[in-house]
């Protein structure tokens, strides 16, 4: 009887809790914006996110990933009130902040108080392109609900954000970079492996062009390319479970928690798994669509064989032929197709330059 009752008494908790929370009624506009913020001193966080407007109300969804909270909106300012749940144990907190840099074994940190503000106050840039709260204001989650100084226990934070306007202009993307190791001296990367079937790489794709002005993230695509193909690498839903159909441009933002990972607060961080065996290099490339044209970076390429990273400085496609492959055997004879053992792998590029590896078949 009190197991039936406990789980009775759950039941209409969660269902109280449910309607307690915002959704965003029908017919509402939405509008794209790049949501920047800092989630310490030194760790920014961009994603790309929505506002929702209704008349004179407005609809924000706090972390970008579906939890709203509801306030007003005249045309260049919009007010939401704090205390609004966004999830089971939630609440949508506004607050001020003051910063103190402190000193800890050394290191340089910085150490933030809050104090519960009544509401999170967003006005429109003079320029327009950038909604963004008063200075020192943070929007947290919490779970205390109590707005009296210094009693706010952030579960997450948003110091200082900013939501730009998602912009849509062309632009070149700048280059992605390979994962380094913790101390610097190697690149932090997982060839294939015949024991779990799979290789990994990590890499930065940065979220802005080569002006260092912030992309619009729907619009940002990743290419990958191994080996010498001067065709971008095809994802299928056969080898990648999560996707629904066959991928060649990677959304920058996906993220499975699988195959496919991305660091919202991780300054660009991904990873990636690949599944085809005897792989000697990865490339990768940013695809950028803004203003209805296509712009890539440079094809930049992980070397599994020696370890090293470079740029081709190729931005299309089609002009990244490798030009000739030939292979030798340990001998200097020349195979035209290898089989097991080690050989010489010599490529020549359209530019005539040469590169010989060993591999072992």
Known sequence: MTRRFTSLLFAVLACLSATAQVTVPDG??????????????????????????????AYLDVTAEGDWVKGTWDGT????????????????????????NISTSGTLQTSYKYTALDSLVLTYSENGDTLRPAANTAALLSEAQDVSPFNVRPNRIYISP???????????????????????????QDAYSETYGYGLIRYYQPYYDVNNNLLNLNKLYLNVYLDDST?????????????????????YEY??????EYWVTGNGRHALAFYTADVERIGLQSVYMGGGVEKRSAIVYYDFTNGTSTSTG??????????????????????NTPSKGLYIKQVIAADGSKKTVKIMK
């Open 314 to 335: 190729i931005t299309s496609a089609k002009a990244a032929t490798a030009g000739k492959v030939a292979y030798y055997d340990i001998s200097g004879r020349r195979v």
């Open 231 to 251: 065709e971008p690498m095809v994802f299928t839903k056969d080898t990648y479970k999560s996707l629904d159909s066959d991928v060649v441009n990677l959304p």
């Open 28 to 57: 509402a506009t939405y509008k794209d914006f790049m949501y920047v913020y800092n989630r310490s001193s030194y760790v920014i966080g961009v994603q790309s996110t929505k506002i929702a407007f209704d008349g004179s109300d």
């Open 255 to 260: 993220d499975d928690d699988d195959d496919f």
């Open 77 to 100: 300012k919009a007010v939401f009130p704090s205390k609004q749940q966004v999830r089971y144990n939630l609440y949508f907190m506004a607050a001020s902040y003051v910063a103190t």
């Open 162 to 188: 900013d939501w730009i306007v998602a912009p849509d202009k062309v632009a070149v993307p700048a280059d992605p970079t390979f994962v380094k190791t913790e101390d610097g001296t190697a690149f932090d």
